[in-house]
């Protein structure tokens, strides 16, 4: 009750400060004086965050999620802009993601990546290890606020599902935002794209991920996100990333020095008293599979004694038994006597 107090007040409070201010550029430079213009970045619950197993707690309850109004035909066409710090498709509100609690509504898609010599740009990392891009899929709770933008700031207000990428094989679902991305070089230039189906960007088995409350990743910050990071991620080709490391600007056409859009990932934020759900078990917990091996060893040392000593106690008995023999020859009679009163 304390926390979700506190939370309300200061997602008040910053919705307050922060309203209508232009986020800056993020960036690694940038990004240590967001805080100073954004308090949301350098307060509570902040992401991305190191997804590792002493945070991570199997929760039986973290059910598939379901993507509804996905298959989305080629018209409708989607928007796809380039807003100085990524690359962004603007999602039909109709498309939905229920499993969360509350029903949300789509909002838009974007992307994180590195640069060419360092192509290693996912904003969560696993185990300290980055992978080369992240997708994430933004949706607000639509049974609660009217849009995006009333939502952002609202306890509850928005849910972003999210997909590690790799360097693999190439994806062709993929190609569906990253053939267009040259007639979105510079910023604030927008084109239309045909629609698709969002559900062929997804992993394989999407029903295994990561679960925590955390925030937006670039300003302002808040903190008023439901994260739900795939487990598994899925693969694109070196030329289709080299695609996003290299067709951006963050800058204008016009302007005089144009910056390359590289490396708009935020690095991973302190993670203190806080746990990961996971909807997986196999190898997400190794403390448990340690524990199956300590029980084991145990049983086994257990199960040694009790042999040992019930064969100290057998060879003791028989040993005394060899003395009082004659007992033996009563054993017929006994029987005989007992079958009797059967
Ligand atoms: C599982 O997660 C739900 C929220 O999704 C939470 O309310 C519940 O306490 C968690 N259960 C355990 C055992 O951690
Ligand atoms: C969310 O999507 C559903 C299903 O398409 C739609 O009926 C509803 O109006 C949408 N909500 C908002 C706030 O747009
Ligand atoms: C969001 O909804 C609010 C309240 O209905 C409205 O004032 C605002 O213009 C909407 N914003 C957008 C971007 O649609």
Redesign the pocket.
């Known amino acids: 009750i304390f926390f979700l107090y506190l939370f309300t007040i200061s997602s008040a409070l910053l919705c307050l400060l922060n309203h209508g201010l232009e986020p800056p550029l993020p960036g690694p430079d940038g990004e240590k004086s967001w805080s100073k213009t954004y308090p949301s970045c350098g307060g509570l619950l902040q992401s991305p965050i190191d997804l590792h197993d002493d945070i991570l707690?199997y929760?039986a309850?973290?059910r598939p999620l379901a993507f509804q109004g996905y298959n989305q035909s080629a018209s409708p066409q989607f928007v796809l802009t380039n807003n100085g710090h990524s690359v962004k498709v603007k999602l039909p509100k109709d498309m939905q993601v229920r499993g969360l609690g509350a029903r949300y509504n789509a909002s838009q898609l974007h992307l994180h990546w590195g640069d060419k010599n360092d192509p290693h740009g996912s904003e969560h990392t696993v185990g300290g290890k980055h992978f080369a891009a992240e997708l994430h899929i933004v949706y607000y709770n639509s049974d609660r606020y009217p849009n995006d933008s009333v939502a952002k700031d609202k306890p509850e207000g928005l849910a972003v599902v999210a997909v590690l990428i790799e360097v693999g094989s190439s994806n062709p679902a993929y190609d569906k935002i990253f053939d267009h991305l040259k007639a979105v070089k510079y910023k604030d230039q927008e084109v239309f794209i045909p629609g698709f189906s969002i559900e062929e960007l997804l992993p394989e088995r999407p029903e295994e991920y990561y679960?925590y409350r955390g925030s937006l990743t670039t300003p302002p910050c808040y903190p008023t996100v439901l994260w739900t990071v795939f487990r598994n991620p899925v693969q694109i080709s070196q030329e289709q990333l080299m695609k996003l490391e290299t067709d951006l600007y963050c800058t204008h056409m016009d302007d005089p020095s144009p910056r390359e859009m590289v490396n708009n990932f935020r690095q991973v934020q302190k993670f203190d008293e806080r746990l990961v759900?996971v909807s997986f078990q196999q190898g997400a917990l190794k403390q448990t599979g340690s524990s199956i091996v300590l029980s084991v060893a145990l049983a086994c040392g257990l199960g040694i004694c009790i042999v040992l000593v019930v064969s100290i106690w057998l060879f003791r008995r028989r040993k005394s038994k060899k003395g009082e023999n004659k007992g033996v020859i009563y054993k017929p009679a006994l029987k005989q006597e007992t079958e009797a009163h059967a």
Do not use: D
């Open positions: 707690r929760n309850s973290l679960r759900y």
